[in-house]
């Protein structure tokens, strides 16, 4: 193959974090960066756009002073910083300044207050749209249990719902138990029988290592659920007959045996192992577990003082002693979470306990940092005001929430679409794929951090399907280069001054008709929510 004539002209050498690269005249410091595959961020720069240097996100340290890598040709003997922890800091510090006056919430309030994390706007839509297998997939990708937390949780997702403010909440443990209960072919309306397996996730290779849990309660359940699909194997050992700890004792006509039954079984088709009827102490001992396992879980439930000390395990007064940020007991390789170590009340944050501890038990099978998962990053709106309300309830199906009987049939496939045209969709539409949100997750950005008063929520709904949220521009400039390089007819541009600078279409026209030709590419390339299609 035949170079091009940039590819042979590398007379250009330059170090990036002591590594030497040789790049063509003409070339910018990211280029030489990029070749040496080292990833500066970038929310202005687009090749074909050129350098806007609007962001200030790709900072590098070059002669002591800190520059734009994208504007910044490079140049022989160039000595650049990139990868230091004071570079970082520039960036991370510019990303917190784009969202000072940044008006969206990455993830909606009910995600952000489900202590497992499920995508519920995602749940929603799929549900709302009719595809409820992918809503399946999309609810047992989170929750371990979901037929049990679809009648048991105490849903603190409902508490934070946005459509609360303008009548009630969205039905979210509702709609999720239909979800669970049709992949059971349980659901109203189903005939009781599945003509399919229930939907497994999918699991990891088989690492090789194995893990024994003690207490087969929602912790440990838990915890088995999030080892296996990182492809640990698992055994469960507990001195009850059935697993499913207290479960067990919720009244049959709030949780059916058969149901909890049903929901395990999707354990054993995981992988997981079985020791029922096994008592620590008598049949089975730490030591024992340590020799055959290369991690043990204590999930209990509540013990006292004298046991867990005859297990070798140090005791604080509400249980065993445990390292909070990484759930590992004063004995090597043994961890505890759940109720053997503090009490907790309800049933999901137990679970959110058994899940975390077995994140932390993955990272200490792999060799890796032990820590707890940490939240996901999210800008936050905070309290709307009735007009900003207003804007999201236009687009929501009016009227009160629909209320199943709870302890009988639960949804239909109608009823849970209807109550799922209910959300008001407060998500962002580019959270997963926004560049903004995703560097600050890298970054460690804090979004409050010069959190000033912020603007009104503002969104435009153009009749061919753009959505244009000016909260969510950072005037990175690419829209208005992109209509500029396919001439578009109108175009978009920069009005306003000052603070009130905003991207609009000139003429007073609609976003729509300054994107005749490039809506698509605008749409694509926007670094953020600002610009996305309204069905995205
Ligand atoms: S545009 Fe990006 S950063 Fe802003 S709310 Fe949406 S996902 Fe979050
Ligand atoms: S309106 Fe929908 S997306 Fe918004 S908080 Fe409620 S359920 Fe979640
Ligand atoms: S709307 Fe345009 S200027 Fe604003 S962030 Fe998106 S691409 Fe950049
Ligand atoms: S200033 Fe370089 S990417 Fe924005």
């Known amino acids: ?35 040496l595959g080292i990833d500066i961020p970038t929310l202005c720069y687009l090749e074909k756009c050129g350098p806007l240097n609007s ?3 790709c900072l590098v340290k070059i002669n002591g002073k800190l520059v734009p890598s994208c504007g910044i040709p490079a140049q022989s003997g160039m000595n650049v910083e990139s990868e230091t922890p004071e570079v970082h800091e520039a960036r991370r510090t510019a990303l917190e300044l784009l969202f000072s006056d940044h008006v969206g919430d990455c993830l909606s309030p009910c995600q952000r207050l489900c202590p497992l994390r499920m995508n519920i706007p995602v749940m929603i839509r799929q549900l709302q749209t009719g595809q409820v297998d992918d809503a399946v997939k999309t609810v047992r990708h989170a929750l371990p249990l979901p037929a049990v937390l679809g009648r048991l949780c105490h849903h603190p997702c409902e508490q934070g719902c946005r459509r609360a403010s303008a009548d009630e909440a969205a039905g979210i443990r509702d709609m999720e138990r239909y979800v669970a209960d049709y992949d059971l072919g349980l659901a109203a309306g189903a005939s009781g029988k599945t003509t399919h397996d229930p939907y497994l996730p999918r699991c990891k290779r088989p690492s090789g290592k194995s893990v024994a849990i003690i207490g087969a309660g929602p912790a440990g359940l838990t915890a088995a659920y999030t080892l296996l699909r990182h492809g640990h194997s698992c055994t469960i050992a507990d001195r009850r007959s059935h697993a499913g700890g207290t479960l067990r004792d919720v009244n049959a006509e709030q949780l059916p045996p058969s149901l909890l039954d049903a929901e395990i079984l999707q354990l054993h088709r995981l992988g997981a192992q079985f020791r029922l009827g096994a008592v620590l102490g008598n049949d089975i001992t730490i030591e024992g577990l340590l020799r055959g396992f290369d991690a043990v879980l204590v999930t209990v439930g509540e013990l006292s003082k004298a046991d867990g000390e005859s297990w070798g395990l140090e005791m604080s007064p509400g249980g065993i002693k445990i390292n909070t940020d990484t759930f590992q007991t004063s004995r090597n390789a043994v961890f505890a979470a759940g109720r053997a170590v503090k009490p907790v009340n309800q049933l999901v944050r137990a679970m959110t306990e058994g899940q975390w501890a077995a994140e932390c038990i993955h990272l200490y099978l792999e060799n890796r940092t032990v820590q707890r998962p940490d939240k996901p990053f999210s800008s936050i709106m905070g309290r709307l005001e009735p007009q900003e309300l207003a804007t999201f309830v236009r687009s929501a199906k009016p009227g009160p929430a629909l209320s199943p009987c709870n302890v009988c049939t639960g949804f239909s496939k109608t009823q849970a679409a209807e ?62 280069k992109l209509t500029e390089l396919a001439r578009e007819p109108l175009g978009l541009t920069f009005i306003g001054r000052g603070f009130d600078v905003r991207i609009a279409t000139p003429f007073n026209q609609t976003i729509e008709a300054g994107l005749q030709k490039v809506a698509e590419e605008c749409v694509r390339f926007c670094p953020t929510g600002a610009l996305e299609f309204r069905d995205a």
Do not use: W
């Open 55 to 57: 962001c200030l996100v």
């Open 419 to 480: 109550e799922a045209a209910r959300c008001l969709r407060c998500d962002c539409r580019s959270s997963g794929h926004c560049a903004l949100q995703s560097y600050a997750t890298i970054y460690g950005a804090d979004g409050g951090r010069f959190r000033s008063q912020r603007r009104p929520f503002e969104q435009y709904i153009q009749p061919g399907g753009v959505i244009f949220e000016p909260g969510k521009c950072i005037l990175c400039g690419i829209c208005v």
């Open 1 to 35: 193959m035949m170079n091009s004539p940039v590819d042979r002209d590398l007379s250009i050498s330059l170090s990036i974090d002591g590594l030497e690269v040789k790049v063509a005249p003409g070339q910018t410091v990211l280029h030489a960066a990029r070749k």
